[in-house]
């Protein structure tokens, strides 16, 4: 096992993850272990996803009763 992908691997790894909108930590670590045989710790990761330019975030919780038009209902005055 290595410890570190090179630079090849970096801009294959950049592809990869900007053809997807969202990833969740975890999998990003498995996909670099399963793709290039490194392990990494989510910590790492992190730090290599910043010097990506990528930004972390938590996903937020979407309620499923919000009506679609909820911005339209929102802006309507109140009479």
């Keep these: 096992m290595r410890f570190q992908i090179a630079d090849e691997q970096r801009n294959e790894l ?7 909108d969202l990833w969740f930590l975890g999998d990003v670590v498995d996909l670099i272990m399963t793709r290039f045989s490194v392990e ?5 990761m992190r730090r290599i996803l910043k010097g990506f330019g990528m930004e972390l975030a938590k996903p937020y919780h979407i ?3 919000k009506p679609k038009n909820a911005d339209e209902k929102l802006k ?4």
Excluded: I, N
């Design 14 to 20: 950049r592809a990869l993850l900007g053809a997807k």
């Design 40 to 44: 990494y710790s989510e910590r790492q």
């Design 63 to 65: 309620d499923y009763r």
């Design 76 to 79: 309507k005055p109140v009479k």
